[in-house]
């Protein structure tokens, strides 16, 4: 699903459908519980000092599981997420590039605590770690 051109010369795209899923690279061992083997909430929180607007996320219709593994240097599991369930939180998904989306909604964890740390619990409680 290709974007039309802006007046500001990025393309745009298409919402993304509610059925849609994203994957989020688990870049970090520490994201994961090793007892539980579910993602911890540590893996949704903005990181201010990257400057981030959103968390980033493949959109799994355009990129494999091994394809997004492959962006990375060092890539410890993926976690999917439904869209529609990210937006019943408030939230949304913004594509920006044709297989890739920003989680935005989200408030820096420095800014709002209490909030940053209730939907990063929620957004990990509704992930799934996907076999590679």
């Known amino acids: ?9 990025k393309k ?4 993304l459908s509610c059925s ?3 994957y989020r690279a688990l870049l970090r061992k520490q994201w994961i519980d090793k007892d539980t083997e579910r993602v911890k909430a540590d893996a949704f929180f903005l ?7 959103g968390l980033s996320v493949n959109i799994a219709a355009q990129c494999s599981p091994k394809q997004c593994v ?18 019943d939180l408030g939230l949304d998904v913004i594509q920006d590039s044709s297989d890739h989306a ?3 909604g989200l408030p820096d964890v420095n800014d709002d605590a209490v909030t940053a740390e209730r939907l990063a619990g929620l957004l990990a409680k509704q992930s799934r770690i996907i076999d590679l």
Do not use: W
């Not at 745009?12 to 919402?15: G, L, R, S, W």
């Open 1 to 9: 699903m290709d974007g039309e051109q802006s007046t500001s010369g």
């Open 12 to 15: 745009e795209y298409e919402p």
């Open 20 to 22: 849609a899923i994203v």
């Open 47 to 53: 990181r201010k000092n990257k400057n981030e607007k």
């Open 70 to 87: 492959a962006k990375f240097n060092k890539c410890f599991a993926l976690a999917s997420l439904h869209v529609g369930r990210i937006r």
């Open 102 to 104: 920003n989680i935005i």
